[in-house]
């Protein structure tokens, strides 16, 4: 875990209802022993798409995936079974 998920969890532990947005496995497992509530990026496009935010979940699920973002196959068919 990096100094900026570090700092991020040490801020959400002293605001009351945050919402941590965190996607490092570590960090999450850290986060959950503070029992902060966390979502993750791609958790996050999910609630975007259901809200109208944003039009189409797949495309940029792809382009985070091509810009570098380490994803599962199981979790990308997932999310994106019946989101588009």
Do not use: C, H, P
Request: charged residues 30%; negative net charge.
């Amino acid at each position: 875990m990096d100094n900026g998920e570090a700092s991020s969890i040490a801020l959400a532990t002293e605001i009351k209802n945050a919402l941590l947005i965190i996607d490092e496995r570590k960090g999450r497992e850290i986060a959950k022993t503070f029992n902060l509530e966390i979502i993750g990026t791609l958790g996050l496009l999910i609630k975007a798409k259901e809200k109208g935010v944003i039009s189409n979940l797949k495309d940029i699920v792809i382009e985070l995936i091509k810009s570098g973002f380490r994803v599962s196959d199981s979790i990308v068919n997932e999310i994106l079974k019946d989101k588009d």
